[in-house]
């Protein structure tokens, strides 16, 4: 019996190692592939965002087969080169166009690096064809051709998105790498970080780009971009927080989203960049909403109070996408309407709308990451009910104020070219920027109101508690009863399961001295075990979250003293009823309240002892007094 023990104990340190090796090394494969595969598509990014058609010219099939010019938009280096509407297209380079011709062929035909020229056959009513040289250039609505005048090159609204991209994917990494430095679940902690590699490069454009080439690279790009969106799908929707399966049939479901990942890899018409951008958005859509459903059965059935949190942090992080993409969407209607319809709206408010567009698109992608590492670090939780109520209220006022600055744009704009010309398109921005700058403080309030009648952040006074410790109290109770009805007032005011007080032992254990239960079967540890540096923690006066599997939810620290603490116990408090955590402000409160009660308690036992000594000393003194008179 004894040598089979001692031969399965090194057998399962030695898979247990070989586990590992093999974690570390699909983490640094992955990692590699991602990094790699994501700078072989920049030069493609660079080089395709260079292409451009031929500008504000649509062509479109005649009954006959011919290819007509149906629209050319004046001003334009095809208008200037006297193709008109109505002309006929006959050859493009030389090379005769095919009977039938399509828009996205005429695309094709005609599409090469900006600035470079082009050269078109036309044919005008029966008169003979005539050849035109035409130089490509950006559409005279872009945000490309509004800009120039400013001085911003073609370069850098190519390559400002490019760098937001490095940016994400850079935040990414270092987002698992720490997961994997601080992580204690190693399982778990490694597929969290694969997955948001494999995410962050999934989101990168110059990645996106190369999933395009029909090359072994390409395979590798859209391998690891489909093996991103599933990795993170089956992360965030059914096993984010702690690893566990919730609920056990999303397996199914993410063994459905596997097989499509598969399918990604060898047969091209499963990949949805070939879809109806519909029915890909559909998709993916159905996708995310599963998550939050996944989630939401989770938040209310098996979530802890901290897993509580981590969810509403994947939450927030999540809706902060959706709402950044709608405002980026919204804010890219505004600016195609300024540069098709008024001509006079200034370029640097076209650059300014631009740049938020980006902005709003790629910053919460880079807080997905910094929100699940917060959640899956389980650091400051329990600030997740302030970040909300914050966010929603600067995200609808920037939503509102967007609104409000596109309307009173387009209002003031139309209204001095009506009434003024040479006016500065300065002095047009800065009367438009009047309007959202007078109600972003009514603005401010009224959503703030709003959302505080639903989301208001807890705050408490435990005033009523410090009225128990005074020195009155003191007097009058002993240490237990001031432990008691500590422990009792704490209970009622936050409506705790469960609370205890640990003190310190002789030898510096923590025992449990008294406790409130308020639901059969909840039973407090009889001592606290923690490790050094939580006791280090609680010694210097810092309100903690207490390991996992103690059925407790917060410990604060009972101290004495003001600049060299004493600890001589500690509050521990159990899960709430309403499923609520901690927030900043009643941490605050309750690390305020530990000092107050260290010091009570400090002070009773000292009485306390104190008045024991005076007993015995009078006990003795009793004593001798009955030997004398007997003598």
């Known amino acids: 019996m004894t040598s089979t023990t001692s031969t399965a104990a ?52 005649s009954k006959a087969g011919d290819a007509v010019f149906t629209f050319v938009v004046s001003n334009t280096p095809t208008s200037q080169a006297g193709v008109r509407p109505g002309d006929v297209l006959v050859a493009v380079n030389g090379q005769p166009v095919a009977a039938g011709l399509s828009a996205y062929q005429f695309y094709q035909l005609t599409s090469g690096w900006v600035n470079t020229p082009v050269t078109l056959t036309v044919r005008t009513a029966a008169a003979a064809p005539r050849t035109v040289a035409v130089n490509r250039s950006a559409d005279p609505t872009s945000v490309v051709a509004r800009v120039q005048p400013l001085g911003v090159t073609v370069d850098f609204i190519i390559g400002f998105p490019l760098f937001l991209d490095l940016v994400v994917l850079l935040s990414y990494l270092s987002v698992a790498a720490v997961l994997i430095w601080r992580g204690r679940d190693l399982g778990f902690i490694y597929f969290a970080s694969l997955a948001l590699v494999a995410f962050g490069a999934a989101g990168t454009r110059s990645l996106q780009v190369l999933a395009h080439e029909l090359s072994l690279w390409g395979w590798l790009a859209n391998a690891l971009m489909s093996a991103g969106y599933a990795a993170i799908f089956i992360f965030f929707g059914f096993r984010f927080p702690d690893g566990k399966w919730v609920p056990r049939r999303g397996r199914i479901l993410a063994g459905i989203v596997l097989v499509w990942t598969l399918l990604q890899w060898v047969w091209l018409p499963a990949r949805p960049m070939n879809w109806d951008p519909l029915l890909a958005a559909l998709a993916y859509l159905a996708m995310i909403v599963a998550m939050f459903i996944a989630q939401l059965r989770r938040y209310r059935r098996v979530a802890t109070p901290a897993q509580r949190g981590q969810i509403k942090w994947f939450v927030l992080a999540v809706s902060t996408i959706v709402a950044g993409y709608a405002i980026s969407q919204i804010v890219s209607i505004v600016i195609y309407y300024l540069g098709s319809y008024l001509t006079r709206a200034a370029d640097m408010v076209i650059l300014l709308l631009w740049l938020a567009s980006v902005l709003f698109y790629q910053v919460p992608y880079i807080l997905l990451a910094v929100a699940i590492g917060l959640a899956l670090l389980r650091y400051r939780l329990w600030d997740i009910d302030v970040v909300i109520n914050r966010s929603l209220v600067y995200s609808a006022l920037t939503a509102a104020l967007a609104v409000l600055s596109a309307i009173s744009l387009a209002a003031v704009n139309s209204l001095v070219g009506q009434l003024f010309s040479g006016v500065s398109p300065f002095l047009v921005v800065a009367i438009s920027a009047a309007f959202p700058v007078a109600a972003f403080n009514p603005l401010r309030g009224w959503i703030q109101r709003m959302v505080d009648r639903s989301l208001k952040p807890e705050e408490m006074s435990f005033s009523e508690t410090y009225a128990f410790l005074a020195l009155e109290v003191q007097a009058m109770l002993g240490p237990a009863e001031l432990l008691h009805m500590l422990v009792i007032d704490v209970t009622r005011q936050l409506d705790l399961i469960s609370a205890g007080v640990y003190l310190c032992a002789p030898d510096d254990r923590l025992m449990l001295t008294e406790r409130a239960i308020q639901d059969v079967g909840t039973e407090l540890p009889p001592e606290l075990a923690l490790e050094a540096p939580m006791k280090t923690e609680l010694h210097a006066g810092n309100v903690m979250a207490p390991p996992d599997g103690m059925g407790l939810s917060l410990l604060v620290p009972l101290v004495v003293g003001t600049r060299a603490l004493d600890l001589c116990g500690v509050l521990a408090l159990g899960p709430r009823r309403s499923g609520k955590g901690y927030t900043t402000p009643v941490q605050r409160g309750l690390k305020e309240l530990g000092k107050e009660a260290g010091k009570s308690i400090y002070v009773a036992q000292r009485s306390q002892s104190s008045l024991q000594h005076i007993a015995e000393r009078l006990s003795a003194l009793e004593q001798r007094i009955a030997g004398l008179k007997q003598g």
Not at 15 to 34: E, F, M, Q, Y
């Open 10 to 61: 090194p057998v399962a340190a030695g898979s247990r190692a070989v586990k590992h090796t093999l974690l570390r090394v699909a983490r640094l494969g992955v990692v590699a592939l991602a990094v790699l595969l994501v700078g072989m598509g920049i030069p493609l990014y660079y080089n395709s965002a260079h292409i451009a058609p031929l500008a504000g010219v649509y062509v479109a099939a």
